[in-house]
């Protein structure tokens, strides 16, 4: 790209389905994407000015949190205050959303630190978006109003913090990635149609756990482990990273299918990741690089949210092996 196209001028001049990009998602946008830039800085110095290591404490979700996961947290809520469009927002770090204008367009939700176990040994972590239409803007914020599914996202993305720091965005209408230059301190456009391919010879799970497995899953991994003299004819690569934030940056990237699927470690809870920081957002994105994404029997995106912190099963990735794993478990 011989232009240099940074986030702002991007939004400001891009159209979705045919409309400008509201003022108010402007702003909102820009205040995550400045708040990411220091957050990007604190990640890169952390083992310098001591932010590595748990903060003792524990989110709602009973997990340990991290110094930069607290430090995460605070960095967005901060940055956001302003925002005018913005009612309120919700994280996975906390139990109960906060208003932050009351009313207006927008419902901020985020994992401020995604691929907190990865923070300590230097490998990419990241930070997921997701903007949700407040369905009546006027209306004084509520805590059901972020019950949402996937649908009602007026934009999502997320910003990796790895050997260079990108935003993958969407706004409804296909995927862009900005690359964070050091020097200016501007996200650059450096992907403007990012597409994954139908289909891929490489997965992603934490094949650790396949002995808790459900069996659709099992089969299927079980064949594509079985390589270019089995049912599938191909052999696979397998790539495991442990941030979702980095796993789904590479099936942007290249293609691949991501799962952290149900397992029988703990029955009753539908699956690791949450819905409304982690599958919604990515979801979104993937769909809209022609990908799919599914829990096995429903489309991650129609899921009607029962609960702020709603676990969930999650494959998604390239449209093909998507359709193969529902098949499985249809
Ligand atoms: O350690 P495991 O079980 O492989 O889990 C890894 C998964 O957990 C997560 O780290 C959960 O996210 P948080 O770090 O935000 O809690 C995902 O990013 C990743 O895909
Ligand atoms: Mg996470
Ligand atoms: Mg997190």
């Not at 919604?280 to 609960?307: C, H, R, W, Y």
Request: hydrophobic share 40%; proline share 4%.
């Amino acid at each position: 790209m011989s232009t240099k196209i940074h986030l702002e001028q991007y939004l400001k001049t891009t159209k979705a389905k045919g409309a400008s990009i509201p003022i108010g998602l402007q702003e909102l946008l820009i205040a995550v994407a400045n708040t990411c830039t220091t957050l990007s800085d604190e990640v890169a110095q952390g083992a310098l000015i001591g932010l590595l290591g748990s903060a003792g404490t524990g989110n709602v979700q009973g997990e340990v949190q991290q110094k930069l996961d607290v430090i995460a947290n605070d960095l967005l809520i901060e940055g956001v205050q302003e925002c005018k469009a913005l009612a309120g927002l919700a994280s996975e770090e906390m139990e109960l959303p906060m208003p932050v204008q009351g009313t207006g367009d927008y419902l901020l939700l985020f994992d401020p630190l995604d691929g907190s176990s990865n923070i300590d040994v230097n490998v990419s972590i990241g930070t997921i978006f997701s903007i949700l239409h407040k369905q009546n803007p006027i209306a004084a914020l509520q805590n059901s109003d972020f019950l949402l599914s996937g649908r009602h996202q007026a934009a999502a993305g997320y910003v990796v913090y790895g050997p260079q720091t990108t935003m993958a965005l969407t706004l409804g209408d296909g995927v862009v990635m900005f690359t964070l230059d050091k020097a200016t301190g501007q996200f650059v456009l450096i992907k403007d149609r990012v597409e994954i391919s139908p289909t891929t010879k490489e997965f992603a799970i934490n094949m650790s756990n396949m002995r808790h497995w459900a069996e659709p899953v099992r089969r299927y991994v079980l064949e594509c482990l079985d390589g270019v003299t089995g049912t599938r004819k191909k052999d696979f690569n397998m790539r495991w990273i442990a941030s979702m934030v980095a796993d789904v940056h590479r099936v942007l990237s290249r293609g691949g299918v991501f799962m952290y699927p149900w397992d029988q470690r703990e029955p009753n809870k539908p699956g690791k990741l949450r819905l409304m920081y982690e599958a919604n957002p990515m979801s979104f994105l993937v769909e809209q690089a022609g990908g799919a994404s599914t829990n096995g029997k429903q489309v991650i995106m129609d899921i009607q949210p029962q609960d702020l912190h709603e676990r969930v099963s999650v494959m998604l990735g390239s449209k093909e092996e998507i359709e193969r794993l529902q098949s499985y478990h249809a």
